[in-house]
C-alpha cells in the first residue's frame, strides 16, 4: 500500500456563518501529483493553508508526511513547503538576491547560500536573469523564482496554490515542466486550480470541490466520463433562441446545459456522437438553426455542469 503524504479525515472550517470547508477527507500518496479543483471562492486555499499549518482545523484531523497538523505544527513546517497565489519577492532585489536572503533565513552560511542559489537558478532556467531585478522578470520567471525560492530547502510536500493564475501559455507550459520535474525528483505536490487543463496535463488524481465539499475524486478520464464522456458545443445563428435551444437539448440528451448569452452558446454532456447528431437533428426540426457546433472535452464550468446540475457561480 502506498504511504500517504496527506492523511485528512472531515476537515472543517469556519468563518463566521461561512463553512469554507464542510467535511472534507483527502488521501494523497507520497511521490504524486494530486489536485484540487475547484472555483473562486470553493475552499481550496483555506484547506491548503489548514494542511500546511496556517489555519487551524475547528473539526477533523489531518496528518502531512506522517505529522499531525494540529498536535504537531512545528515538524510540518520542516518537510513542507509553500507557494501562494501571489509572488513573496523582493522586486527590487536580483533573482539571485532574493535566493541568497530566503536561504540565509532559513539558516545557511554565506557561502553555502550563494551556492544554493546557484544551484536553483540553474535548475529554474534564470542563470542568465541572476543579476537583474526581479521587477525586470515576466511573469513566468517571476512564478519560477518564487517557486525556486520554496526549495531553498528540498521538502517533502509542495503546496502549489494557483500556479499558473495570470500567466500566458508559453509561462504555464514552463510551470508545467518545472512540476514534472520536481515530482519525477521525488518530491510530493498538491496543487489547487480552477483550469481543468493543468489537472489533466499535470495531475494523478483529482479531487473537486464545490462550496466547501469535496463533490468528486477520481483520475482526470474517470472524471471526464463522469460528464458522459465529451461535451457538444452549440451557436446559435439566432441568439434569441438560446431558452428554446437549451430546453430541447436538455429534453434530448436528458442532461443540464450551460448557457451563454453572450454569443448565443450552449454546452451539454453528450455521451457519443450518435447522440450529438440526434440533438442537432431536433434543433433543426424545431426550426433552431446552429451556427457553429463541436465535440470536445468538458471545461471547469462543464464538469461542475455534470457533477452538481448546476452552472459555476464563482
Excluded at 186 to 212: K, N, P, S
Aim: glycine residues 10%; negative net charge; charged residues 25%.
Amino acid at each position: 500500500m502506498d504511504r500517504l503524504a496527506i492523511d485528512a479525515t472531515g476537515l472543517v472550517r469556519h468563518f463566521g456563518r461561512v463553512r469554507a470547508v464542510d467535511g472534507i477527507d483527502l488521501a494523497v500518496a507520497e511521490g504524486a501529483i494530486f489536485a484540487v479543483l475547484g472555483p473562486n471562492g470553493a475552499g481550496k486555499t483555506t484547506l491548503l493553508r489548514m494542511l500546511a499549518t496556517l489555519t487551524r482545523p475547528d473539526a477533523g484531523r489531518a496528518t502531512v508526511m506522517g505529522h499531525d497538523v494540529t498536535a504537531e505544527p512545528d515538524r510540518v513546517r520542516q518537510v513542507i513547503a509553500m507557494t501562494g497565489q501571489f509572488a513573496s519577492l523582493d522586486e527590487d532585489l536580483t533573482g539571485r538576491e532574493n535566493l541568497v536572503l530566503v536561504a540565509r533565513l532559513r539558516g545557511f552560511g554565506w557561502r553555502a547560500a550563494r551556492e544554493r542559489a546557484g544551484v536553483l537558478l540553474a535548475a529554474f532556467d534564470l542563470a542568465e536573469a541572476a543579476a537583474r531585478q526581479v521587477k525586470d522578470y515576466s511573469g513566468g520567471m517571476r512564478r519560477r523564482l518564487d517557486i525556486a525560492a520554496s526549495l531553498v530547502v528540498t521538502p517533502g510536500l509542495l503546496f502549489l496554490d494557483e500556479p499558473t493564475t495570470g500567466l500566458d501559455p508559453a509561462a504555464r507550459q514552463e510551470v508545467w515542466r518545472m512540476i514534472r520535474g520536481l515530482a519525477a525528483a521525488g518530491v510530493t505536490i498538491l496543487l489547487t486550480t480552477q483550469y481543468l487543463d493543468e489537472a489533466d496535463q499535470l495531475a494523478d488524481r483529482i479531487a473537486v470541490i464545490d462550496r466547501g465539499r469535496k463533490i468528486a475524486e477520481g483520475t482526470s478520464r474517470e472524471l471526464k466520463v463522469a460528464t458522459g464522456a465529451g461535451m457538444l458545443h452549440v451557436a446559435l445563428a439566432d441568439p434569441g433562441r438560446l431558452g428554446d435551444a437549451a430546453a430541447l437539448l436538455e429534453a434530448t440528451l436528458g442532461a443540464g446545459v450551460a448557457r451563454s448569452v453572450e454569443g448565443g452558446r450552449l454546452a451539454a454532456p453528450c455521451a457519443s456522437a450518435a447522440a450529438a447528431s440526434e440533438a442537432l437533428a431536433a434543433l433543426v426540426a424545431a426550426g433552431i438553426e446552429p451556427s457553429d457546433f463541436s465535440m470536445g472535452s468538458p471545461s471547469l464550468e462543464e464538469v461542475f455542469l455534470a457533477l452538481t446540475g448546476r452552472e459555476d457561480e464563482a
